[in-house]
Each structure stands twice: as C-alpha cells, then as structure tokens.
C-alpha cells in the first residue's frame, strides 16, 4: 500500500522529469521556456511535500512570475533560428553521447548496491506553529550572514557588469529630453520668414 | 557590541575592501571622463588601505570566524598580499594601454577591484559555500572584463567562451559538493568534511564521485588539460591588460583553492584525486609546451605556457604532502610574477594604434632598448626554468615535492618536458638579440611603467637568488593551516 504522500512525491517527481525532458527536446523556444516554468511547478510542489512552503511559494513567485516572464519576453524578442542552432547536431553527436554515457556510469556507480527506492521515515513533523519563513530568516542572518551577504555582493557585481557592457550611447541615437522639451520657447520652433509680396494679390 | 565586533575583526581587509570598493563606485560617477585618472588613483589607494589592514591587524595561529566559514592564517595572509601587489601592478601597466583604446572606464577598476574582492574571500574560505561564492565574485567579473570591448569581435567570442565554460565548471563544482555533502552527512565545512570522510563507514563510492565532479570543475578553473580549451582563445582574445589581469592573479587564489579544497576539506581521499591530477599534470605539461611551440602570437604562447605552468603546479598539488602545497603555493606566486612581467612587456611595446602581440614584434628588441630586451631575459629564462630565477627554484621544489611522494616517472617526464618548453622562451631570446628589428619605433611608454616593470623584471632574478625567504613562509604557513 503506497501512501498518498509517496504518490504525490512521485506525481510530481514525474512531472519534473517529463518537463525536464521537454525544455530540451521541444523545437519551439517559447513551447521549451513554458516546459521550464512546468518544471518549477513540479519543483515547487517537491518542496511544499517537504514543508518547504516559504521556498515553494518563492520559487513560484519569483522564478514562475519574474523570471520566467522576462525569460520569455527575450526569447520572444528573439530572432533565432533552430535549424541554424541545430546544424552540426549529428557532428558533436559522438562526443556528447560518450560524455553523457559516461555520466550514466558514474551516477550508476553512485546508485546501485545502495536501497534508493526506500522510503525513509522521513523528516520529523515540525511544530503546528513553526514559521518557515522565521526559521530561514534566522539561519540566514546568523549562521549564512558571511555567504549572505557575499551573494549581495555578486548581486551587486551583476549589476555593475550588465550596465558597463550594455550601456553606451550611440552616435546618431534619437533620445527625448524632457526638460528640453519643457523649456522651449517659440522662437526655438517657429521660425517667422517674412515673403515679400509680388504684386499679383490683386487679380 | 564588542564580541560583535571581535568576531568581524579577522575579515577586516575584506570588509575594508568592500567598503571602499563601493566608494570608488560611487565616486566614479561624479569623474568627468577626462580625468578618469582620478579613479586609478582612488583605486591604487583602496588596494593600498587594503594591505596596511591586512599586515596592521593582529595576528597569531588560525582564528576562525563567522560560524567556521571563514579562516586567517599566514597562509591566507601573505596570498592576500601578493595578490593585492599584483592587482596593484596591474593597474600600473595597464592605465596608459587602456586610456590610449578608450578602455578607461571607472567598471574597468571596480570590477578589477571587486574580482580582487573575490579572491581574498576564496583565498580566506573555510566552507564549501565561501569557496564557491569567492570563486564566483572572481570569475564573474572577469567575463565581464573580458567582454569590456564591446565593437571587438575577436573579444566577445573569447568572453562567450570562457562564459559558457566557466558556468559549466561552476556546475560540475556544484555537482561534486553536493556529492560530497551526501556522502559527508550534511557538512560542508573543510575541518567538518575532512572529519566525517575519515571516520569509518563513510560512502567511499559517493565520495569518490564527487571528488571527480570537484576536481574536473577547478581544473576547468585553472585551465589545465583537458579543461584547457578556453584558455588560448580567451588569452588571445581578450584586450591585453583584461589578459594581463585573467592570467597573473588569480592563478594564485586558484592554488589556494586547490590545496583548501583538496589538501584540507577532501584530504582523507587523497588516493583517488591523485591519480586523476597525475593525468592532468602531464597532458598539461605535454600539451602546454608541444603546442607553444607552434604559434606565432606570443598572447597564445604565453597561454600555452600557462596551460605547461598549471601542470607543473599539479605535480607540487598531487604530491599531497604539506612540502607539496607549499611548493605548488610558491610555483604560483613565482607564476605570477613572470606573468606579470610578461604580459608588462607586451604592453610597453604596444601603443596607440599597435599591439605587439606577434613574435616578430619582439625582434631587435636589443637594438631598440637593451635593459627591456634584459628584463625580458630574465623573464624568458625564469618560465624556462633556468637558474638563477624564480621559476627555477619553483619548478625544484615541486620536482622535490613530487620525488619525495614517490612519483619518480613523473620527474622524469616533467624534466624531459620543460626541456621542449626550454626551446621556446629561448626562441624569444634569440629574437630578442640576434635579428634585425622589424619595428623602429623608439619604446616608449610612461615612467612609472618602466619603472616597476624593472623592478618586476627584478624580482624574478632576487627571488632566484634569495629563493629561501619566500619558500620559507610558505612551508611555515601550510604546517600552519593544514595541521
């Protein structure tokens, strides 16, 4: 008798596995982002089964709602080409089957002689009025402070290298100036050119 | 407020650095472009401030801090001030070249200056998460150096590469720590790791999986064979100053990385990771060397040569032993010097409108300017590995260290191949002296440029003289840290 816990996990499990598998064989860019954004789905039904529920609900939020929204406004932006991307494919394909086969037997060396199918007691229950998002915040800013704020750190650098490299102004580029465009005064617009009369207005 | 205070105490050069690191941005963006100087000076100041932290604060034994993650010791110490003297320098060599091909932007030395962030954190580490996050702050910012230069096709392809690369070493590194992190029960600290590897009962099959994993993802980081491929065509690419700084610095926090990861947290499984960097170490070394021979841009010689170089720190990494470490550590300060003065020559002989990147730039150097064509002498003989020069007492102490191990082929084989690689550092000199110059442009080139870059042609021959002083330190410092 599987109980409905292991049921969900597997459910889910599944999910991933298949959406995982989706965002790289799908031919369409938009079809493989909307794959990823299942796998976060499924990702973040793991960690709720897990009691993860701050880090489920973020993961949702933040990589679902921001990122993969972003993530698809650049792929649709983008021009690309698939069958350019896949030319060679059948090229590298020796190589990357052995690298891949050798991964294989590496992860099976790691797997089998060891009961991975057993379903452990799992985690003990925590308290009914544990916050999660307590518990994390805690951990963050007293044991994690040190990599924490290294990560803020490289957040920072991020920033730094994304404007230093897309930042510039081009020659020739059309831009509006608002305060400019406040202060004008008539005689920058109108130019008053007086036409000299020719004498036929009479006729 | 005072045991918070003694707490954030031992990392006061990178909480310094940091803070001034976001000054210097800060400041930067009241400069007019004209006086960019302006930033270098603030920056030479920051690295400055940095070192007299460093060498002012306290010191005595290993203190621990921040929950573990983090370590001083003389170890981490005096690597952190070799690599602040070398950022230093290459700010030196690097503002003229840079102002004269419109490079001199504030992001060139804050970015610099943040990378140089990452690698005092990576050099201090004590905790698989401060290991990676140091080792990410390094490399991010070098992609973006290296991409800088933006209207240069031959840099973005070099920055894609070693983006692309980089991120799948990260991945493999990650990979492996997690691994690691099963098969340890949940401990990610070096001491933690070491412990729970070496006590009986341990997932040795687990373990040794990971280690793999670890050990493809920092050789990736070093570059060293077969994780070489984006080490020519980023050295190659890249605008020489971006070279000049990917190519001397941080092989000194990578080592560091290399002997805390292995020689420290996965030391208990050191039989497993020798093998692999026994393969490394000679394909580095026969791959390295054969392959210099045949280029004609000295950028991709040089590249090559360090591919050679990062094999012979292996064999001092592989030997395993404290005079290992302290060896491979020596081999890559010893490294970055020679860089340094390398890469320095390459950019006093270039000028605005002309990079000096092939060999034939080199020919008649004598004529043209005999003390450069000595310096660069001196610089040629050291990678040659010929006495009296640094690089001859450091490839010594890693023969030593390898020897000692027991790894007596392996000698052999090293020898035989830093005599090919002998053939092509005296190639330089022999062009150097004996042909006819191809450029007659006088050398010109600032003062404070030619100034040090005598002084570092300098160092690699008084290093070669008093080899002892250096190596001392450093056998003192690993007996220190890895106890």
């Known amino acids: 008798m599987i109980d409905f816990q292991v049921l969900v996990f597997y459910s889910f499990a599944l999910l991933l596995v298949g959406a995982g598998i989706g965002v790289i064989v799908a031919r369409n860019p938009v079809h493989a982002a909307l794959f990823l954004v299942l796998a976060f789905f499924s990702g973040a039904g793991l960690w709720m089964l897990l009691e993860a529920e701050f880090l489920a609900i973020s993961l949702v939020l933040v990589y679902v709602g921001a990122v993969m929204v972003l993530f698809l406004f650049v792929v649709m932006m983008l021009d690309i080409n698939l069958d350019q991307l896949r030319e060679g494919f059948w090229k590298y394909f020796p190589i990357g089957a052995l690298v891949a086969l050798l991964m294989v037997g590496e992860l099976w060396m790691v797997v089998s002689g060891r009961d991975v199918m057993r379903t452990g007691q799992g985690l003990p229950p925590a308290a009914a009025d544990a916050s999660n998002t307590r518990e994390i915040g805690l951990q963050l800013y007293t044991t994690y402070l040190y990599p924490f704020e290294l990560a803020a750190v490289v957040l920072l650098v991020a920033i730094v290298a994304a404007i230093a490299l897309t930042l510039r102004r081009r020659k020739g580029t059309k831009y509006q100036n608002p305060a400019e465009q406040v202060r004008v005064k008539r005689a920058d617009r109108v130019r008053m050119v007086s036409i000299p009369a020719t004498g036929k207005t009479g006729e | ?483």
Request: hydrophobic share 55%; aromatic share 10%; glycine share 8%.
């Open chain 2, 1 to 483: 407020m005072t045991s918070y205070l003694s707490l954030l105490a031992p990392a006061a050069p990178e909480i310094v650095l940091l803070a001034l690191v976001s000054i210097v941005l800060v400041a930067d963006l009241f400069i007019d472009d004209s006086r960019r100087m302006t930033t270098y000076f603030l920056s030479q100041l920051t690295l400055l401030i940095t070192l007299l932290v460093l060498v002012a604060a306290p010191h005595g034994g290993p203190v621990y801090t921040f929950h573990n993650m983090y370590v001083d010791d003389t170890l981490g110490r005096a690597l952190k001030g070799l690599v602040l003297v070398a950022v230093s320098l290459v700010f030196a060599y690097s503002k003229t070249y840079a102002e004269q091909r419109d490079m001199l932007k504030g992001e060139l030395f804050t970015l610099m200056l943040f990378s140089t962030l990452g690698m005092m954190v990576l050099i201090s580490a004590n905790h698989f998460l401060t290991l990676y996050l140091g080792l990410e702050l390094l490399a991010l910012c070098q992609y973006a150096l290296v991409a800088m230069q933006r209207d240069s096709a031959r840099a973005s392809e070099a920055a894609m590469k070693y983006f692309v690369l980089g991120a799948l070493a990260s991945g493999l590194l990650l990979y492996g720590m997690s691994m690691i992190y099963g098969a340890t029960g949940g401990q990610l600290g070096l001491q933690a790791v070491a412990q729970a590897l070496a006590a009986p009962g341990v997932d040795h099959g687990l373990a040794a999986v990971g280690t793999v994993f670890i050990v493809a993802g920092l050789a990736f980081k070093l570059g060293v064979v077969p994780f070489h491929m984006w080490i020519p065509d980023v050295y190659e690419g890249a605008p020489t100053v971006m070279t000049l700084f990917v190519g001397t610095a941080p092989k000194i926090a990578g080592v560091a990385f290399f002997v805390r990861m292995l020689g420290e947290g996965l030391a208990p499984l050191s039989h497993d990771w020798q093998q692999m960097l026994v393969i490394m170490a000679v394909l580095s070394m026969a791959l390295g060397n054969i392959t210099a021979i045949a280029q004609t841009n000295i950028k991709r010689m040089l590249a090559y040569s360090t591919i050679s170089h990062m094999g012979f720190v292996l064999l001092g990494i592989l030997a395993a032993s404290q005079q290992g470490y302290a060896a491979a550590t020596y081999y890559s300060v010893a490294y970055t010097l020679m860089g340094l003065a390398a890469f320095g020559m390459i950019l006093l002989l270039s000028r605005a409108g002309f990079e000096a990147e092939n060999l034939d730039d080199f020919k008649g150097l004598n004529r043209r300017s005999p003390w450069f064509a000595f310096v660069m002498l001196l610089v040629m003989i050291s990678m040659a590995g010929i006495p009296p020069s640094v690089g001859f007492f450091a490839k010594l102490s890693v023969l030593r260290a390898a020897l000692d191990a027991g790894f007596t082929w392996l000698v052999v084989v090293a020898v035989l191949l830093s005599l090919v690689g002998a053939f092509y550092y005296l190639r330089v000199i022999k062009l150097m002296y004996m042909d006819e110059p191809v450029d007659q442009a006088p050398i010109e080139g600032d003062l404070d440029l030619r100034v040090l870059l005598s002084l570092n042609g300098l160092a690699v021959l008084l290093f070669g003289v008093l080899p002892q002083p250096l190596l001392a330190l450093f056998d003192h410092a690993i007996v220190q840290s890895l106890r």
